[in-house]
């Protein structure tokens, strides 16, 4: 009997564990895992979120780990809990007003900004990854659009020396509407030609952000991914309701000649208030769920956004919309 108990157990687990991580393993080598967690306790919410992410990756070891976290579960002791299943240098993150995942947007939050949610995203399979680091708490007059400069000098090299077709840059930190525009610019001349960008701001200077397993304040981050896949980019924009972001979608998704494998989805804080207040927050996470199908997405609501119109624009720092990447297969 005592055999059965544990074996029942471990089924019991699995199934867990399967119902709540998705993974992709597609033809372009991006194999990712993503889970999420609402338990109150900030290391316990983690330990289950990372654990759910690492089960999608299966057998590929993560290369790189992004947390997306409610406020006050930000904590050292979420870190650890994150750190039981991956190495500190891979794990970045960011404090958000929701996650966004296929697995939920906080729809029944008390609050616009939620007390409780955590998201792990993991990637792993055959895609390059280089991170880059700017800290923005210095007395500069330009400092935002100086940090956004300095960004694209660093993922520079590694952008131009990568054999990889498909190229994407995924940025947050210490941005809001506005500043995040003289962000956006100093990456578009730091870069001196137009790359994939997308991306959402943390909040302001005291934002906490994950910067290989450390929680700092007062940074911008940008994360270069390099694979075999192509692009497709939108903004929506308009009146705050689920019907934006599913146009936002469509289309990026039109862009591509296959189906999607995955798509990042930044989206404003200020969308969310006017949702909340007529009960559509489920339904948009209905929406993008439809459009993505079994693609997964990860993302959150936050106080600005980054992102451009179309693949071959200069990207822009935004307010009051969502923007998408999605991903094809090359």
């Known amino acids: 009997m005592p055999g059965i108990r544990r074996l029942a157990l471990l089924a019991t687990v699995l199934l867990f564990l399967a119902m709540h991580s998705q993974a992709v393993d597609t033809p372009a080598g991006w194999i990712a895992g993503i889970g999420a967690s609402s338990l109150d306790d900030p290391m316990a919410a983690a330990d ?7 089960a999608g990756l299966g057998s590929s ?16 002791a979420l870190v650890e809990g994150v750190k039981k299943h991956f190495p500190a240098d891979i794990i970045f993150g960011s404090q958000v007003t929701s996650p966004l995942s296929p697995y939920g947007n906080h729809p029944d939050a008390a609050t616009i900004d939620v ?16 991170t880059a680091l700017v ?25 131009e020396s990568s054999e990889r077709p498909g190229r994407l840059v995924v940025t947050f930190g210490d941005q809001y509407t506005g500043s995040n525009q003289d962000f956006a610019s100093g990456m578009n001349d730091g870069f001196e030609e137009v790359w994939p960008i997308i991306g ?16 700092q304040t007062g940074i911008n981050l940008g994360i270069l991914l390099a694979g075999d896949f192509t692009i497709g980019q939108s903004v929506g924009e308009g009146s705050h309701t689920p019907a934006i972001a599913d146009q936002a979608l469509a289309e990026a998704i039109g862009q ?3 189906e999607p ?25 209905s929406v993008i769920k439809e459009r993505m199908g079994d693609a997964p997405f990860f993302g959150f609501y936050g106080p600005g956004e980054v992102g451009a119109y179309k693949p071959g624009e200069a990207v822009r720092g935004m307010g009051f919309t969502v923007v998408t990447a999605v991903l094809f297969a090359q």
């Open 48 to 54: 289950e979120a990372a654990a759910q992410a690492k």
């Open 61 to 76: 070891p993560a290369k790189l780990v992004i947390v997306t976290a409610a406020q006050p579960q930000l904590t050292p």
């Open 115 to 130: 007390a409780v949610g955590v998201s792990v995203f993991a990637l792993g399979g055959d895609t390059d990854v280089s």
């Open 135 to 159: 800290r923005t708490d210095v007395e500069d007059d330009d400092v935002y659009y100086n940090a956004g400069v300095a960004l694209a000098e660093q993922l520079k090299d590694a952008i």
């Open 200 to 215: 959402g701001a943390s909040g302001n200077v005291t934002a906490k952000v994950i910067y290989q397993g450390e929680i």
């Open 256 to 258: 591509g000649d296959k």
């Open 261 to 285: 494998f995955f798509a990042f989805i930044f989206n404003c804080r200020r969308r969310r208030t006017g949702m909340m207040e007529r009960n559509q927050l489920a339904e948009e996470l």
